[in-house]
């Protein structure tokens, strides 16, 4: 096991140990679920927040929402709920389902297949969830 493999290892049982220590009952807790509870906001509401409406010349809430994923997939899609909930937000902001997808094939370069596939498939939920999806 190399160095780094080790430390990591250390890093998530020390996590864990401080989660069992501050509440007993997160240690079994899943997250599966969370993006269901949280609303797509309106694309006029990711504009102000994270578009240009406030930063003129800037980049879009649609462009910032696909950096996210791309930056997401490269780090291997670790949280689905977040990542379910980006793409939806992405969809909501103007992106059409094949930048998404593009924009996490590009993302096999710097991330790997593996991290790739795991991005897609959430997407692919995504776009099946989202009425006249074609995934």
Request: aromatic share 8%; glycine share 10%.
């Amino acid at each position: 096991m190399s160095d780094f493999a080790r430390l990591f290892e250390q890093m998530m049982a020390q996590g864990q140990e401080m989660v069992r220590t501050f509440n007993p009952a997160m240690e079994k807790f899943q997250a599966a679920g969370f993006e269901k509870m949280m609303p797509t906001l309106p694309k006029e509401m990711m504009d102000l927040f994270w578009g240009n409406a406030l930063n003129k010349g800037g980049l879009d809430a649609r462009t910032r929402l696909l950096a996210m994923l791309a930056g997401m997939t490269v780090q291997g899609a670790p949280l689905e709920p977040m990542f379910k909930a980006t793409v939806a937000h992405a969809l909501e902001a103007g992106a059409s389902e094949q930048e998404i997808a593009e924009t996490i094939t590009q993302m096999s370069v710097l991330g790997g297949l593996p991290a790739m596939t795991r991005a897609l498939g959430f997407a692919r939920d995504v776009f099946a969830e989202q009425e006249g999806g074609d995934a």
